[in-house]
């Protein structure tokens, strides 16, 4: 429910009558003089009536926006950071207009995709670009997991930490889920670990260091020396992506608090391009989460529904900062489950439309947008896999993740699948995606 909010307090009088030209001073208009027998003393007079009515509603506005004022004086200068998980649509804080956030600033530049993408595009059949626009999760216990990179050739998978106990067994399980997709011809596989640090990691250990280990050092140099020694270190095992840095604002109490790089934007931003960097210079492939920032989540969108609060201006402020800062640098940018007032205050921004734009138009990002989990996006849709994932493109994402046993991510492809066969419009969308995954591959050395 999208609730419409009066965008000021206003009071006018118009008068009755519009003067023509100057009047001599201390000369009343023509209106305004008083008629024979007129009681201009007398209280009940409409003229009087007007004039005590006015000051009255005055009065009222000077004490309505004193207390907002003092209100948000008291609140440190800010709006409130989130409302409560589960909580009604009416709850939904000062939505701002979409229409506002799809028109953004601009248009992003002409995307120009590589030379070897545009070539390989044009070799695939409608069922392998699909494919190629999905990133699912692996479950590396099952000796034949390598198989499971499907039959059309996923664009990619994500191993996390329940699919091996240590280095040597996650080398070997990416030797072989390479080895799969290569052997059946398909496009070599994006192969992500989700690693940024401290409980954040898919393999044991550093590097790199937890966030808030690399913020209490102040120091970008150690965030970006931390990033390419995680690079290093996950390029040596087979990965050629992972889902970090964690570019959220931390929210004091927060469902992330304690996981980031600071409370702080500017801070946050500092760290951030900085890891972004270091991971680039280690040939590994960064995603950015999670636009346009969840760190005032209500809870982890990834466990339950949750919202952010404030308006679109309050997020461009605080929340959105690191981002201006990695939109030009960031290969991949992941998008928030997290729903938002400056938007609809219910639905995943992995899923709608202007958010997508915002990070388009507003901020020229030419890379990846990749989805978060459309499995736990389900927790806010309350649909199936195959509808989100339908959604998530027609929104705008490029790379579809997906958790989850295999046969929800065989639902969900099959869902776009059968959409893009049905529309042309959903088609262009599918190869625009496709051009910008492939170009993605053909940067880093993956398209070989």
């Known amino acids: 429910m999208k609730l419409s909010f009066p965008r000021r307090l206003g009071l006018a009088h118009r008068s009755p009558r519009r003067a023509e030209g100057r009047r001599p001073a201390g000369r009343r208009p023509a209106w305004d003089q008083p008629s024979s027998g007129s009681?201009?003393?007398?209280?009940?007079?409409?003229?009087?009536?007007?004039?005590?009515?006015?000051?009255?509603?005055?009065?009222?506005?000077?004490?309505?926006?004193?207390?907002?004022?003092?209100?948000?004086?008291?609140?440190?200068?800010?709006?409130?950071?989130?409302?409560?998980s589960g909580s009604p649509a009416l709850s939904v804080i000062a939505p701002a207009d979409l229409s506002h956030a799809a028109r953004?600033?601009?248009?992003?530049?002409?995307?120009?995709?590589?030379?070897?993408?545009?070539?390989?595009?044009?070799?695939?059949?409608?069922?392998r670009q699909v494919a190629q626009l999905f990133m699912v999760s692996l479950d590396g216990r099952s000796p034949s997991a390598g198989l499971a990179i499907g039959p059309d050739g996923w664009g990619g998978v994500v191993l996390v930490a329940s699919s091996?106990?240590?280095?040597?067994?996650?080398?070997?399980?990416?030797?072989?889920?390479?080895?799969?997709?290569?052997?059946?011809?398909?496009?070599?596989?994006?192969?992500?670990?989700?690693?940024?640090?401290?409980?954040?990691?898919?393999?044991?250990?550093?590097?790199?260091?937890?966030?808030?280990?690399?913020?209490?050092?102040?120091?970008?140099?150690?965030?970006?020396?931390?990033?390419?020694?995680?690079?290093?270190?996950?390029?040596?095992?087979?990965?050629?992506?992972?889902?970090?840095?964690?570019?959220?604002?931390?929210?004091?109490?927060?469902?992330?608090?304690?996981?980031?790089?600071?409370?702080?934007?500017?801070?946050?931003?500092?760290l951030s391009l900085a890891a972004v960097n270091g991971y680039a210079a280690g040939g590994l492939i960064s995603a950015v989460g999670h636009f346009p920032g969840s760190g005032g989540a209500s809870a982890d969108p990834d466990q339950m529904?949750?919202?952010?609060?404030?308006?679109?201006?309050?997020?461009?402020?605080?929340?959105?900062?690191?981002?201006?800062?990695?939109?030009?640098?960031?290969?991949?940018?992941?998008?928030?489950?997290?729903?938002?007032?400056?938007?609809?205050?219910?639905?995943?921004?992995?899923?709608?439309?202007?958010?997508?734009?915002?990070?388009?138009?507003?901020?020229?990002?030419?890379?990846?947008?990749?989805?978060?989990?459309l499995d736990a996006a389900l927790l806010a849709t309350g649909g199936n896999s195959g509808s989100a994932a339908v959604q998530a493109i027609e929104a705008g994402d490029d790379l579809l993740y997906i958790s989850g046993p295999e046969s929800e991510h065989q639902a969900a492809y099959a869902a776009v699948l059968s959409a893009a066969r049905a529309s042309a419009s959903l088609r262009t969308k599918v190869h625009d995606a496709l051009l910008r995954v492939l170009s993605l591959k053909a940067k880093y050395g993956i398209l070989r």
């Open 305 to 373: 529904t949750a919202t952010v609060g404030g308006s679109l201006e309050e997020l461009r402020a605080h929340d959105l900062v690191p981002f201006v800062a990695v939109a030009p640098k960031a290969p991949v940018i992941l998008m928030s489950n997290a729903s938002y007032a400056a938007f609809d205050g219910v639905t995943p921004a992995g899923l709608l439309a202007p958010a997508v734009a915002l990070l388009r138009n507003d901020y020229a990002f030419q890379g990846v947008v990749m989805s978060d989990d």
């Open 164 to 270: 091996f106990a240590g280095d040597s067994q996650a080398g070997a399980l990416v030797a072989g889920v390479d080895a799969a997709a290569r052997g059946a011809g398909g496009v070599p596989p994006l192969i992500a670990a989700a690693q940024a640090g401290g409980s954040d990691a898919a393999l044991p250990g550093p590097p790199p260091q937890a966030e808030p280990l690399v913020r209490a050092s102040g120091q970008a140099a150690l965030a970006r020396a931390q990033a390419l020694a995680t690079g290093q270190r996950l390029r040596a095992l087979g990965f050629n992506m992972t889902l970090a840095p964690l570019a959220d604002v931390d929210t004091p109490g927060g469902a992330f608090s304690g996981r980031l790089f600071g409370t702080d934007p500017g801070t946050v931003a500092r």
């Open 104 to 127: 953004g600033a601009g248009r992003a530049p002409q995307f120009k995709p590589a030379t070897a993408a545009v070539s390989l595009a044009a070799t695939l059949p409608l069922a």
């Open 39 to 84: 009681p201009r003393a007398c209280a009940n007079h409409p003229a009087a009536i007007r004039r005590r009515r006015l000051i009255a509603a005055g009065v009222t506005l000077v004490l309505v926006v004193g207390v907002a004022i003092a209100v948000f004086e008291e609140s440190g200068g800010r709006g409130p950071r989130y409302v409560p």
